[in-house]
């Protein structure tokens, strides 16, 4: 394992932003990982694994561990389930392929959201009406003081929109090793009930949908909507929707009627944040480098040398623009370093 000083990370974050590190290692296996963990007992710390959900505003002062763990294996399956672990370095994207070639159902929904699997629970991630929590068994973790190894079952997780115990009282104790998933081996729960899947679906004349036809629709309604990041810097997207009471949702529906919902509670619906932002004026804004995403007002992207400040000060911009006209509240989704 090489220690690398004032180690470039443009690279290793997918909104390209140019920081570095004090000090970076990338580790292989866990044993890479408890030996760095040991001879460095007394330094600070940062975590990498794909770098899609953070903006670095700054250099990061401290010994930044990228987590390269690769590998997956099927350890345990009966006549309807199987439990498939991924390692924490594996690539999100190619991992739903795996399982969809396997015939292996859950995740297909999830296609082509960036990143690796040992961050997806540490958000919750999801989309098109499907997250983690939904096929997430446990994870296999190592403490960071310690070097020792804990499994966290889904309960212990504490699984929220976008969230989970590693945001919360977990932050930063925790290294993830691997995760485990339950997947479905036949009559597999297709979803298309959530955004546009089901028109992609209908415009190649689809009408009974494997898991495939799924991914492939998501992968292509993403492709239209969101930049890839190695063509235009950008964390997918970077608001989360927001949850509000529904006496908030009716006060504001009753300026803006034609504003879209979906119920969460008897108490609270989530609002689309890209349509509050395209609202507001943002879709498209372009300061500098800095920008709002053409297609999707959820994007914030980086049009080549913009800084980790001047996409935080335009977030900011889009937060209170989006306040000022709807009395509603919108939250980074991203990790602001």
Same mark, same amino acid.
């Given at each position: !394992?090489? $220690? %690398?000083?004032?180690?470039?990370? =443009?690279?290793?974050?997918?909104?390209?932003?140019?920081?570095?590190? #004090? &000090?970076?290692?990338?580790?292989?296996?866990?044993?890479?990982?408890?030996?760095?963990?040991?001879?460095?007992?007394?330094?600070?710390?940062?975590?990498?694994?794909?770098?899609?959900?953070?903006?670095?505003?700054?250099?990061?002062?401290?010994?930044?561990?990228?987590?390269?763990?690769?590998?997956?294996?099927?350890?345990?399956?009966?006549?309807?389930?199987?439990?498939?672990?991924?390692?924490?370095?594996?690539?999100?994207?190619?991992?739903?392929?795996?399982?969809?070639?396997?015939?292996?159902?859950?995740?297909?929904?999830?296609?082509?959201?960036?990143?690796?699997?040992?961050?997806?629970?540490?958000?919750?991630?999801?989309?098109?009406?499907?997250?983690?929590?939904?096929?997430?068994?446990?994870?296999?973790? !190592?403490? $960071? %003081?310690?070097?020792?190894?804990? =499994?966290?079952?889904?309960?212990?997780?504490?699984?929220?929109?976008? #969230? &989970?115990?590693?945001?919360?009282?977990?932050?930063?104790?925790?290294?993830?090793?691997?995760?485990?998933?339950?997947?479905?081996?036949?009559?597999?729960?297709?979803?298309?009930?959530?955004?546009?899947?089901?028109?992609?679906?209908?415009?190649?004349?689809?009408?009974?949908?494997?898991?495939?036809?799924?991914?492939?629709?998501?992968?292509?309604?993403?492709?239209?909507?969101?930049?890839?990041?190695?063509?235009?810097?950008?964390?997918?997207?970077?608001?989360?929707?927001?949850?509000?009471?529904?006496?908030?949702?009716?006060?504001?529906?009753?300026?803006?009627?034609?504003?879209?919902?979906?119920?969460?509670?008897?108490?609270?619906?989530?609002?689309?944040?890209?349509?509050?932002?395209?609202?507001?004026?943002?879709?498209?804004?372009?300061?500098?480098?800095?920008?709002?995403?053409?297609?999707?007002?959820?994007?914030?992207?980086?049009?080549?040398?913009?800084?980790?400040?001047?996409?935080?000060?335009?977030?900011?911009?889009?937060?209170?623009?989006?306040?000022?006209?709807?009395?509603?509240?919108?939250?980074?989704?991203?990790?602001?370093?």
């Amino acid at each position: !394992m090489n $220690i %690398t000083k004032n180690f470039p990370l =443009k690279e290793f974050n997918t909104f390209g932003i140019a920081a570095f590190a #004090e &000090s970076f290692v990338s580790v292989s296996s866990e044993n890479e990982l408890r030996d760095v963990l040991s001879e460095h007992k007394s330094a600070k710390k940062f975590i990498l694994g794909g770098g899609s959900n953070m903006l670095l505003t700054q250099d990061i002062e401290a010994l930044v561990i990228h987590i390269n763990l690769k590998g997956k294996r099927i350890i345990h399956e009966d006549e309807n389930y199987v439990l498939i672990e991924a390692m924490a370095g594996e690539n999100w994207h190619e991992f739903v392929l795996w399982t969809i070639d396997q015939d292996f159902g859950g995740i297909e929904n999830m296609s082509l959201i960036p990143g690796n699997v040992g961050t997806t629970p540490i958000q919750n991630i999801g989309a098109y009406g499907a997250e983690i929590k939904d096929t997430f068994v446990s994870c296999e973790a !190592m403490e $960071i %003081t310690s070097g020792n190894s804990r =499994k966290f079952t889904k309960e212990e997780c504490d699984f929220g929109y976008r #969230e &989970s115990i590693f945001k919360h009282r977990e932050k930063d104790k925790y290294i993830i090793i691997s995760v485990v998933f339950k997947l479905t081996k036949h009559n597999h729960k297709i979803n298309t009930g959530y955004g546009d899947i089901q028109k992609e679906l209908e415009k190649t004349g689809i009408s009974e949908p494997t898991l495939k036809d799924v991914s492939n629709a998501v992968i292509a309604i993403r492709k239209s909507k969101l930049p890839d990041p190695k063509e235009l810097g950008n964390s997918g997207s970077f608001f989360k929707n927001p949850i509000v009471p529904i006496s908030t949702y009716q006060k504001a529906v009753a300026d803006y009627p034609e504003m879209p919902h979906y119920k969460v509670s008897e108490t609270e619906v989530k609002v689309p944040a890209g349509w509050l932002i395209e609202q507001a004026g943002y879709k498209g804004k372009r300061i500098g480098d800095a920008g709002v995403h053409k297609n999707q007002a959820l994007v914030l992207v980086n049009y080549g040398n913009a800084t980790g400040q001047e996409i935080l000060a335009l977030s900011r911009e889009v937060q209170q623009a989006v306040f000022d006209k709807f009395g509603i509240g919108i939250e980074a989704e991203v990790n602001v370093i």
